[in-house]
């Protein structure tokens, strides 16, 4: 395999967040590629202090089956837009149990802000606010395991 082939998979890799490609061709040759994600600092067990964040929200890779996907838009009927689970994990309004949550109903955000935090596999994921507004209604309970795509909260 030229290397021209191998930087056209490594961008493949970084542009779908993958850590490791193996490819075999005909010949029984193969190429393997891994990185390492990011290092992470470590969180104190059972805290749900951020140590990545993550955008608030992550659209899957185009498929036959979602073609169409779009971001979520504003709603219409009463002008919010809904804030979704980046990922499957679990949901934490505040970062450790007994803290002050990081945003209630009513809260001014900015773009930028945590919102919450999604534990998934025991990694804690900031979901930050997209946008600047006033938080209209917290979706999801603390410690409640959420979808990929379930609505934690709307912003107004």
Request: glycine share 8%.
């Amino acid at each position: 395999m030229e290397m021209e082939q191998i930087d056209k998979l490594a961008d493949l890799m970084e542009h779908h967040g993958l850590t490791r490609v193996r490819l075999e061709e005909g010949d029984g040759s193969a190429v393997e590629l891994e990185c390492q994600p990011a290092p992470v600092a470590a969180v104190p067990a059972g805290a749900a202090a951020a140590a990545a964040p993550a955008p608030a929200v992550v659209m899957p890779a185009p498929t036959p089956g979602n073609a169409g996907a779009q971001p979520p838009a504003p709603d219409p009927d009463d002008g919010t837009t809904a804030v979704t689970a980046p990922m499957v994990g679990v949901f934490y309004a505040a970062p450790s149990p007994g803290a002050e949550p990081f945003v209630r109903v009513g809260s001014k955000v900015h773009k930028g802000d945590t919102l919450c935090v999604i534990e998934a596999m025991k990694l804690m994921n900031e979901v930050a606010a997209e946008r600047d507004g006033e938080v209209a209604e917290v979706c999801a309970t603390d410690g409640e395991l959420v979808e990929f795509g379930r609505c934690l909260m709307r912003i107004r």
